[in-house]
């Protein structure tokens, strides 16, 4: 196998597809050193292990000696991707977007090396388009053609309205693509229709098309929809250690493999014999737990999260360091009772008193290890309270000493 070789074989491992194989392999051949293109819509504030998919890919090809772009969206942030959208999305502005980049470079730092990453905003260019270029630039797509979009087709069938600006945004995507003269294109296989889009302007600026490298979408810890902050079934890659312990300990069984083939460093061969040597899937997925929490916070801290959690889990003990929280006096009533679906809401511990009418009417909240099933009880010290199984919090009076 000669060295081109052994670097598509590379590449394209765990990838959902490939456009295509037989270009990169063309490039591969006439070029040292290829430009590499992911783009990044800073439309949260954290990143979490179903963008790490794409990120440990990227770190591939600075590993192979390629140029790297990271281009950082601060301008179709303003637009926001309507990829797998069913409406709308809210424009974003220019304040929210600088707030969400002051934590993505450090949580990038974890995955990508920074020092060989050219990061740039395309603000830079696009800002710059003329009315006469964006014209031009529009012109070299048909309506016809964006409607052949799953999810502009879909709300179009529908009646749901469709924005000028978010048709211009697989445009200007694909004009970052023009810009750098990349060759590859990284990102989720839900990027399909966008990286077409690239592939086509690209040649109708006379440039060649760009190689669209497409990884899966990581399912989230509730086993069934894509990883989403939104949807609150992600792991995050900057979160609390023992937190993503325990979330990777509640990934459903049937997803461990896939979570060794695209969150871990781990042989696919080596994931196979730990099938074989152990029954009990709890077993496996410790080793999952401390593989990934070893990748973002080291192999010391994913020791101690791994103890911690035995203590907690199997061995029935209370976490060595549980928060703090203190609740207003007002909220303990003269007899001494507390409500505790207004002391979850006023402590910040829900996001709503309808959330935690929820986790109550679903046996979701303990105290002191028992299961409450009455809104109203007797506040007294100890008062650990236990949202789910994972969450542990320290109720205090406001006034107590801690």
Known sequence: MNQVQEQIKKIIENTEEVI??????????????????????????SIHLGF?????????????????????????????????????????????????????????????????????????WLSKLRPEEIIRLSSKYTLAQML?????????????????????????????????????ELGGIDQKFNFLVARYIQEKYGQEPEVAIMMPILEGIDGKN????????????????????????????????????????LPEENVEKLFLLYTNPKDIKLILAREIVSIYHGEEISQKCYEEFINIYSKRELPTNIPIVKIPKSLIDNQGNINIIDALYFTGLTESKAEAKR????????????????????????????????????????????
């Open 20 to 45: 295509d194989i037989q270009e990169l392999e063309n490039k591969l051949l006439r070029k040292e050193r290829l430009v590499v293109k992911l783009g990044i819509d800073p439309t949260a504030n």
């Open 359 to 402: 986790l109550l009417s679903h046996g979701g909240i303990y105290l002191n290890g028992n299961k409450l099933t009455n809104k109203v009880i007797q506040y007294s010290k100890p008062f650990i309270i236990r949202i789910g199984k994972f969450n542990y919090y320290s109720l205090v009076e406001d006034d107590e000493s801690v």
């Open 148 to 184: 052949e979009r799953e999810d502009f087709k879909n709300r179009y069938k529908s009646n749901e309205p469709i924005s000028l600006h978010e048709i211009l945004y697989p445009l200007f995507q694909a004009y970052d693509s023009v810009h750098l003269e990349a060759d590859i």
């Open 52 to 124: 790490a998919v794409v990120l440990r890919k990227f770190r591939l090809f600075q590993e192979l000696g390629h140029k790297t772009y990271l281009i950082l969206g601060d301008f179709t942030a303003l637009i926001g991707d309507p990829s797998g959208k069913n409406k709308t999305r809210p424009m974003l502005t220019k304040e929210q977007i600088n707030e969400n980049l002051k934590t993505y470079l450090p949580q990038l730092g974890k995955i990508i090396d920074l020092s060989k990453t050219e990061i740039v905003y395309n603000s830079e």
């Open 226 to 265: 894509k990883m989403s902050k939104s949807l609150n079934n992600y792991i995050g890659i900057d979160e609390n250690p023992l937190d993503m312990f325990v979330k990777t300990m509640s990934i459903p069984d049937e997803l461990i493999k896939r979570y060794f083939k695209l969150c871990t460093n």
